[in-house]
């Protein structure tokens, strides 16, 4: 059974940086393609970032470049996403997704976790 649970949300100031983890299961992380999306009050979901099972290649939504990085452990079966310079507006419910294509994400992805909440405020 597939599953992703994400964790490390939480209250941040703006400039500060968070970590967050996706502990999958039920799959190893070269068979898909994983990715964080995120969804602010009131507003569609998007895409922040993407990495490839099979090469880590990583994408990154453009507002998130240079402040977000994504990692992953094989052994441990997680993918870290690293938000560095927060701002307000970066505030919504973090989602990680998997599938159904190896080495890219589109907005269908077929497996979600639930999501963590960042709140980015003074």
């Known amino acids: 059974q597939v599953q992703l649970v994400e964790s490390g949300g939480g209250l941040v100031q703006p400039g500060g940086s968070l970590r967050l983890s996706c502990v999958v299961s039920?799959?190893?992380?070269?068979?898909?393609?994983i990715g964080w999306f995120r969804q602010a009050p009131g507003m569609e979901r998007e895409g922040v970032a993407c990495?490839?099972?099979?090469?880590?290649?990583?994408h990154y939504k453009d507002s998130t470049l240079g402040r977000f990085t994504l990692s992953r452990d094989v052994a441990k079966n997680t993918v870290y996403l690293e938000m560095g310079s927060l701002k307000t507006e970066d505030t919504a419910v973090y989602y990680c997704?998997?599938?159904?294509?190896?080495?890219?994400?589109?907005?269908?992805?077929?497996?979600w976790g639930t999501g963590t909440l960042v709140t980015v405020s003074a």
């Open positions: 997704a998997a599938g159904p294509y190896p080495d890219y994400c589109v907005s269908a992805m077929e497996y």
């Open positions: 039920g799959f190893t992380l070269d068979r898909y393609a």
């Open positions: 990495i490839s099972g099979t090469d880590e290649s990583t």
